[in-house]
T-cell receptor
Framework: KAGVTQTPRYLIKTRGQQVTLSCSPISGHRSVSWYQQTPGQGLQFLFEYFSETQRNKGNFPGRFSGRQFSNSRSEMNVSTLELGDSALYLC??????????????FGPGTRLLVL | AQSVTQLGSHVSVSEGALVLLRCNYSSSVPPYLFWYVQYPNQGLQLLLKYTSAATLVKGINGFEAEFKKSETSFHLTKPSAHMSDAAEYFCAVSGGSNYKLTFGKGTLLTVNP
């Protein structure tokens, strides 16, 4: 089975712009989660989607949003970019029906640099 | 609420020596615990996980971890370090009906020849 894929792998934007990142989960997985990784804050949970519905949400401002499509692919959007949004954004997928014990499988990430 | 503390942001060992990476957790519900490894410019790869079936968990690449409820710990060990083990290691906790993983700050493992 193919793993979790994320596009693009690298992105450079300027402050004030918006960006959309894409994630394709492992075939058969219905849950997609997004995490932000920075040197200062470490790995932080953004949100989780299951069957096109946001099921869990982390403590991030409303500039961060996401959605999930009927094929389980997910996108996250960051509007009005700030310098502090520079980070590695990781997507993870899991089956979605067995609760918190499920293994989340991570993609390689999208590295976003905001200038 | 859940949290994870990884003691030691950087651990350095010699090749062939014991690897011990420490993880303590806090959870208001029965926890599920995970260890992930991250190599440079890559995502996270699962090493092992605890889901209450057995307190001693064996993972990939010779790693294992023991869940100790009384100590709220889930330390990662490997008897003999290899150069290829050099990477960053993250301990994470989840629980209840929440699919969110809460991660520790990570421990960078250096293996010296």
């Amino acid at each position: 089975k193919a793993g979790v894929t994320q596009t693009p792998r690298y992105l450079i934007k300027t402050r004030g712009q918006q960006v959309t990142l894409s994630c394709s989960p492992i075939s058969g997985h219905r849950s997609v989660s997004w995490y932000q990784q920075t040197p200062g804050q470490g790995l932080q949970f953004l949100f989780e989607y299951f069957s096109e519905t946001q099921r869990n949400k982390g403590n991030f401002p409303g500039r961060f949003s996401g959605r999930q499509f009927s094929n389980s692919r997910s996108e996250m959007n960051v509007s009005t970019l700030e310098l502090g949004d520079s980070a590695l954004y990781l997507c993870a997928s899991s089956l979605g029906g067995s609760g918190a014990q499920e293994t989340q499988y991570f993609g390689p990430g999208t590295r976003l640099l905001v200038l | 609420a859940q949290s994870v503390t990884q003691l030691g942001s950087h651990v350095s060992v010699s090749e062939g020596a014991l690897v011990l990476l420490r993880c303590n957790y806090s959870s208001s519900v029965p926890p599920y615990l995970f260890w992930y490894v991250q190599y440079p410019n890559q995502g996270l790869q699962l090493l092992l996980k605890y889901t209450s079936a057995a307190t001693l968990v064996k993972g990939i690449n010779g790693f294992e971890a023991e869940f100790k409820k009384s100590e709220t710990s889930f330390h990662l060990t490997k008897p003999s370090a290899h150069m290829s083990d050099a990477a960053e290691y993250f301990c994470a906790v989840s629980g209840g009906s929440n699919y969110k993983l809460t991660f520790g700050k990570g421990t960078l493992l250096t293996v010296n020849p």
